[in-house]
């Protein structure tokens, strides 16, 4: 059983940075693909990066490429999402996953173990 707690949310104008940190608890997070996730009100939640259990590869949706990085830290048991250049579209609450599988994938239904998310809000 993997525990995720994530971190480091909050509310930002346009064009800030903010860094989300995901800690986990459980022997299994280092062969663990991980991803975060976003849900804005009223839309379903979306996939956001993924990060295989080396670090690498990694997998972003189009509408963060070049401005969200994920990375993972296997001694420190964590994930973090790297966020830059940050648009009002971005406000949603952000959720941390992992699998019970090694890769990374982009279906939250192949992830098996959720965070309680954190909320970022972005305005204009």
């Known amino acids: 059983q993997v525990q995720l707690v994530e971190s480091g949310g909050g509310l930002v104008q346009a064009g800030a940075s903010l860094r989300l940190s995901c800690a986990a608890s459980?022997?299994?997070?280092?062969?663990?693909?991980m991803g975060w996730f976003r849900q804005a009100p009223g839309k379903e939640r979306e996939f956001v990066a993924a990060?295989?259990?080396?670090?690498?590869?990694?997998y972003y949706a189009d509408s963060v490429k070049g401005r969200l990085t994920i990375s993972r830290d296997n001694a420190k048991n964590s994930v973090y999402l790297e966020m830059n250049r940050l648009r009002p579209e971005d406000t949603a609450v952000y959720f941390c996953?992992?699998?019970?599988?090694?890769?990374?994938?982009?279906?939250?239904?192949?992830?098996?173990?959720w965070g309680q998310g954190t909320q970022v809000t972005v305005s204009s």
């Open positions: 996953a992992g699998r019970g599988g090694i890769a990374a994938t982009t279906s939250a239904l192949t992830y098996d173990y």
């Open positions: 459980g022997r299994a997070f280092s062969t663990s693909g």
């Open positions: 990060i295989n259990y080396r670090g690498s590869p990694t």
